[in-house]
């Protein structure tokens, strides 16, 4: 696992669980040097604009081709690529649901478990994960905060090789709400955590 503690931000706030770590951190996230970062993807799998435009370029060509080969996955699907170029050693594309999907808080909280399925499949055991669905997918980001708290803190709780989970805010208005959640749920290190399983997953996990 990669040594983001070193490297952290300023604005940066490490709460452990078990004997792992959830980190918030601010910052670009297709820049960081980490083992996994996951991309809120469609289910076509185009990189698009955004933060697809940044993998493009600081990635090269062979993301997309690896993306051509699978074709697509259904929403909550996830799939796991090389990371080209970049710092990431792996991109994990999932594809998550829009704003006023039906069901869009299960199929939210379903596309974060499979990413991290896919992250352990892979035998990594760091990952970062943006704001899922806020900005272009327009999950507002008070729902995009309650979810993935809740999901991540829960998963890193049960049984999971999983040992570093970031959520990379974006800007200081992502980075204030998560920490505002994170505060409230997340109980103080020298409390005791009760093992929960991971919430089920729909969809599945591609390889």
Same mark, same amino acid.
Request: charged share 25%; hydrophobic share 45%.
């Given at each position: 696992?990669?040594?983001?503690?070193?490297?952290?931000?300023?604005?940066?706030?490490?709460?452990?669980?078990?004997?792992?770590?959830?980190?918030?951190?601010?910052?670009?996230?297709?820049?960081?040097?980490?083992?996994?970062?996951?991309?809120?993807?469609?289910?076509?799998?185009?990189?698009?604009?955004?933060?697809?435009?940044? !993998? %493009?370029?600081? $990635? *090269?060509?062979?993301?997309?081709?690896?993306?051509? +080969?699978? #074709?697509?996955?259904?929403?909550?699907?996830?799939? !796991? %690529?090389?990371? $080209? *170029?970049?710092?990431?050693?792996?991109?994990?594309? +999932?594809? #998550?649901?829009?704003?006023?999907?039906?069901?869009?808080?299960?199929?939210?909280?379903?596309?974060?478990?499979?990413?991290?399925?896919?992250?352990?499949?892979r035998g990594l055991t760091q990952v970062a994960l943006p704001a899922m669905g806020a900005g272009f997918y327009a999950i507002p980001l008070p729902v995009c905060v309650r979810v993935m708290v809740e999901t991540l803190t829960r998963y890193l709780a049960g049984h999971t090789s999983l040992g570093e989970v970031i959520i990379c805010a974006n800007d200081g208005h992502e980075y204030r709400a998560f920490e505002a959640a994170l505060a409230s749920h997340v109980p103080a290190p020298s409390a005791s955590h009760a093992t929960v399983g991971a919430t089920p997953a729909l969809g599945a996990v591609h390889e």
């Open positions: 696992m990669k040594d983001t503690a070193a490297r952290a931000p300023a604005s940066s706030l490490e709460v452990p669980i078990q004997s792992r770590t959830l980190r918030l951190i601010k910052d670009d996230i297709t820049a960081l040097d980490v083992e996994a970062f996951v991309l809120y993807t469609r289910p076509n799998l185009e990189l698009g604009s955004g933060f697809g435009s940044a !993998i %493009t370029r600081r $990635g *090269g060509p062979s993301i997309k081709k690896e993306l051509d +080969a699978v #074709g697509g996955i259904a929403v909550t699907e996830a799939v !796991i %690529t090389t990371g $080209g *170029g970049m710092k990431a050693g792996h991109i994990v594309h +999932a594809a #998550g649901p829009a704003f006023q999907e039906p069901d869009t808080e299960v199929k939210l909280r379903a596309t974060i478990v499979n990413a991290l399925k896919a992250v352990e499949a």
